[in-house]
């Protein structure tokens, strides 16, 4: 059981998808919003529709809730009012992928905030630079070979290279969703191609095939450059993708010294660019994608290590508001 923090109670907000649309079992900002709640902080939830700007001063109309474990996993407290981002302590980011317009101006507005009386998890800013593929070709030490372009003749050449296995993904994609394992003897190859690529009109990542796919993708949670935990999601038999919601079992999984390694290598970026929680995806000894708009896993890594890693988020958030100058 995790202990009631000394600290002054706070106000967090949430900007997220609808509460009632929440996987209690499963989803991370619930977790997140359950240790705050038992700590004595106050939880407002908003959506991205519900801020907007009169000039420079950004308004968010946010809702006081609860959330509980059980059926209703949440109620509101109030019917809502209207706050300057200023009077939270802090603001988790939280909205799901994917990264669209709407999601960019939301950050946008958020960076109106001032950093001085309010803390933002993750920094606005970073959010807009850190693609969630794109971003891992900032450690060319760590990632497989891999390739971003539009061209079909491109992507067949560098499947070659590869000895005749990759993966292809929409740089906008989430949750395993149009990534496809392609080899030069499927008779489907130019046909995935097309389609994935939208005939040349929009770029994607290519990688090359990891056979330790099959042992399962790692997802490590890193707080602070620091790697947290990790599970590893193994897929089924008849699946390439070990997401969660297509079917991927979540096992117990060790850091490894390369796992920390490449937090090595990340974290001073990392830091730079204010993404302070993140979810890295590796497979083997490489890593593939690095998760920074609503990175998961946090309870499946809490069942397998009887862990409380949203209690270590929590401390983390406590420290920064502490700093700051309200």
Known sequence: MPKRSRTLARRFAFIMDPLERVLADKDTTFVFMLEAQFRGHENYFLGIRDLYARGANVIARARRCEVMRGEPHHRFLDDGAEYPLEAFDAIFMRKDPPADAPYLYATMLLSLADSRRTFVLNNPAGLREANEKLYSLNFPDA????????????????LDEQGGEMIVKPLDGHGGEGVFLVTTKDRNLGAILETVTQYE??????????A?????????????????????????????????????????????ARDRDICRMLKPRLERDGLYFVGLDIIGDYLTEVNVTSPTGVQEIDRLDGANLEGKVIDFVESRVAALKR
């Open 201 to 210: 009109s929009r770029p994607i990542m290519a990688q090359r095939y990891l």
């Open 143 to 158: 990632i497989p070979p891999t390739l971003v372009t539009y061209e079909i003749p491109r992507l067949r050449a560098f």
């Open 212 to 256: 330790e796919a099959r042992n399962g993708d790692k997802r490590l949670i890193v707080l602070d450059g620091e790697p947290l935990g990790c599970t590893l999601r193994v897929p089924r038999e008849d699946e390439n993708r070990g997401n969660i919601h297509v079917g991927g079992n979540c096992v117990k999984a060790s850091v490894t």
